[in-house]
Nanobody
Framework: QVQLVESGGGLVQAGGSLRLSCAAS????????LGWFRQAPGKEREFVAA????????RYADSVKGRYAISRDNAKNTVYLQMNNLKPEDTAVYYC?????????????????????WGQGTQVTVSS
């Protein structure tokens, strides 16, 4: 059974940094794209960042470009999201997702419905 578990969330002041981790189990994900999404209170879930099977295949939401960095460690079956210069508007529950099905499942996607497996989320709160 595929399972994704996020960690690393918390409370941080504006301008601070956090590093989220998502550990995958149940199968190897080295050939699958992995992504991060977030959902703020009262808003729909939105794309944040994604990485394909190759680290060179990355995509970012415009709102986080230059501040966030996604990376993966296939040996640990883990994907990371380094978040720098955090802003209050970054406050949300952050979800990790894996793209398991489809012929293009190795490529990063910004589309939520391209992802088949989701973690439970980790809360990130940025105070002003």
């Amino acid at each position: 059974q595929v399972q994704l578990v996020e960690s690393g969330g918390g409370l941080v002041q504006a301008g601070g940094s956090l590093r989220l981790s998502c550990a995958a189990s149940g199968r190897t994900f080295s050939r699958n794209a992995l992504g991060w999404f977030r959902q703020a209170p009262g808003k729909e879930r939105e794309f944040v960042a994604a990485v394909g099977w190759s680290d060179g295949n990355q995509r970012y939401a415009d709102s986080v470009k230059g501040r966030y960095a996604i990376s993966r460690d296939n040996a640990k079956n883990t994907v990371y999201l380094q978040m720098n210069n955090l802003k209050p508007e970054d406050t949300a529950v952050y979800y990790c997702a894996a793209r398991l099905r489809g012929l293009a499942n190795m490529f990063a996607s910004m589309i939520e419905t391209d992802y088949d497996s989701w973690g439970q989320g980790t809360q990130v709160t940025v105070s002003s």
